[in-house]
């Protein structure tokens, strides 16, 4: 079992900047592939950003890339999402998310993955 808390959210300015963490519990995080993802009022849970369970490989949807940056600290446990030049539309509950496999490539849709966060609050004001 693996257990996730994010945290970070917060009220930013347009253009300005984030950093979210999620912390895991459990003997497996570094061997899952992780992934980050949003979900604004009204719409599905979108993909935001993966990351190999090595940290070597990562990926991101359009919308993010160049501006988001994901990242892991396998000594820590933790997964990380900085987050620059934010823009209103990347306002979203954002939800931490460990693949339900190990060893697994990482994965851009929501089924790739069985454990979840709470979820993190990031709004941001034009």
């Known amino acids: 079992q693996v257990q996730l808390v994010e945290s970070g959210g917060g009220l930013v300015q347009a253009g300005g900047s984030l950093r979210l963490s999620c912390a895991a519990s459990?003997?497996?995080?570094?061997?899952?592939?992780m992934g980050w993802f949003r979900q604004a009022p009204g719409k599905e849970r979108e993909f935001v950003a993966a990351?190999?369970?090595?940290?070597?490989?990562?990926y991101y949807a359009d919308s993010v890339k160049v501006r988001f940056t994901i990242s892991r600290d396998n000594a820590k446990n933790t997964v990380f999402l900085q987050l620059n030049s934010l823009k209103p539309e990347d306002t979203a509950v954002y939800y931490c998310?460990?693949?339900?496999?190990?060893?697994?490539?990482?994965?851009?849709?929501?089924?790739?993955?069985?454990?979840w966060g709470q979820g993190t609050q990031v709004t941001v004001s034009s």
């Open positions: 459990g003997r497996t995080f570094s061997s899952r592939a």
């Open positions: 998310a460990a693949h339900g496999l190990l060893w697994a490539v990482p994965g851009m849709t929501k089924n790739d993955y069985d454990y």
């Open positions: 990351i190999s369970w090595s940290g070597g490989d990562t």
